[in-house]
């Protein structure tokens, strides 16, 4: 009895000695790409992107599996399959867990944040004028390319780099200088890995802009309305770039758009400032005044025009006297009022001549007959 309770213990210890072995047979499991870091930042666009998980693992024994789980957090955002590729789908975050398959609790993990990459590249300069596929400068002056991506909230961040320095130079933070006249390439380049770029051509010449003014240093526009001021921009030397870029203090009370039309939005004050783009810095400004409405004109006078006050006593080949009074403000119907009075006065001393003419060859009459009368009587006697 003794023996076999020897041989018992015995038998136990290496069974508790050998599942010891086997649990500590894989000591580390440790991810190396694609990243060696705990947290991963990767841009998608439009289509998928996929990466490889890595991962190594350390055991006691060099015969000991190393066969690996993989798992996400979040399969909306990043899968991963069983060999460990993974694959993005949307912006957001997951974390992927890679595990021993014989000791599951040994174990790593990657933080991944998925963010929406650049489809689309453009430049402006700090004034807001847009960079196109070409672009003058005059030699010596310099000019800031701000990037903006497409679509919105995706990555600025890019590398700039030019095919002649020589001729032009540009920053990493996008100041491109002119350097000596001739030709040069101006890139950049998305960061983000996505592929998109911004290319212009350089071409810098001797020509610069002089002046730059505009026909109104001053105006003031009702709300809502809207006026185009005119720039005009001198040059000495051949080549120079002409384009101007306008620009408002205040978006808020006047806008003004590429042509320099002004656009009154609410009552206060703004500056509008048109600047030559080639690196000259020469500007002119105008102040806009805006109002909410216009005044009011004064309103014509609501009173009846005098009536002639004087008629002729006697009758008179001449013509009746006119109204001297005439209303204070024209307006059609004061003008057909004035009309019809005039009309109806003369009326008036043409029926009261007639009568006094009428009165007066009857009166005459009347004597005729009575001085008749008289004459005939003295006859008599």
């Not at 499991?29 to 991963?40: D, G, H, L, M, Q």
């Not at 595990?99 to 790593?108: E, F, G």
């Not at 051509?201 to 240093?217: A, F, H, L, Q, R």
Request: charged share 25%.
């Amino acid at each position: 009895m003794k023996r076999f309770t020897k041989y018992f213990v015995a038998a136990m210890v290496l069974t508790l000695m050998f599942s010891v072995n086997c649990q500590a047979a894989v000591k580390k499991v440790t991810i190396t790409a694609p990243t060696k870091n705990s947290t991963y930042t990767v841009y998608r666009t439009n289509k998928n992107v996929t990466r490889q998980i890595k991962a190594t693992v350390k055991t006691t024994n060099k015969k000991d599996s190393k066969a690996l789980t993989y798992k996400s957090s979040n399969k909306k955002v990043v899968s991963v399959n069983s060999k460990g590729k993974l694959t993005i789908k949307a912006t957001g975050k997951a974390t992927i867990t890679v595990a021993s398959k014989k000791s599951p609790k040994i174990k790593d993990t990657l933080k991944i944040t998925v963010k929406q990459g650049a489809t689309k590249l453009v430049a402006k300069t700090n004034e807001g004028y847009v960079i196109g596929k070409s672009f003058t400068m005059t030699k010596g002056k310099s000019i800031t390319a701000n990037i903006l991506a497409t679509p919105s909230g995706a990555s600025k961040s890019v590398k700039w780099s030019s095919s002649n320095k020589r001729v032009a130079t540009v920053s990493s933070k996008g100041v491109i200088k002119a350097v000596k006249n001739g030709t040069a390439k101006i890139t950049a380049t998305a960061k983000d890995g996505c592929g998109a770029k911004f290319t212009t051509t350089i071409k810098v010449v001797s020509g610069k802009v002089t002046s730059v003014k505009v026909n109104k240093t001053s105006v003031q526009l009702v709300k809502g309305k809207s006026t185009t001021i005119k720039a005009t921009v001198k040059t000495s030397g051949s080549g120079a770039n002409k384009n101007v870029v306008w620009s408002s203090s205040n978006t808020k009370v006047a806008k003004v758009n590429s042509n320099g039309k002004i656009t009154a939005v609410k009552k206060g004050t703004a500056t509008i400032t048109v600047k030559a783009v080639d690196g000259s810095g020469k500007k002119a400004t105008v102040k806009v005044v805006v109002i909410n409405k216009t005044p009011e004109p004064t309103e014509p006078s609501s009173e009846e025009p005098t009536k002639p006050s004087v008629e002729p006593t006697e009758p008179s080949s001449e013509e009746p006297t006119k109204p001297s009074v005439e209303p204070t403000e024209p307006s059609s119907e004061v003008h057909q009022r004035n009309r019809q009075n005039h009309q109806l006065s003369q009326q008036n001393l043409h029926q009261r001549n007639r009568q006094n003419h009428q009165l007066s060859q009857q009166n005459l009459h009347q004597k005729s007959r009575q001085n008749l009368q008289r004459k005939k009587q003295l006859n008599i006697l």
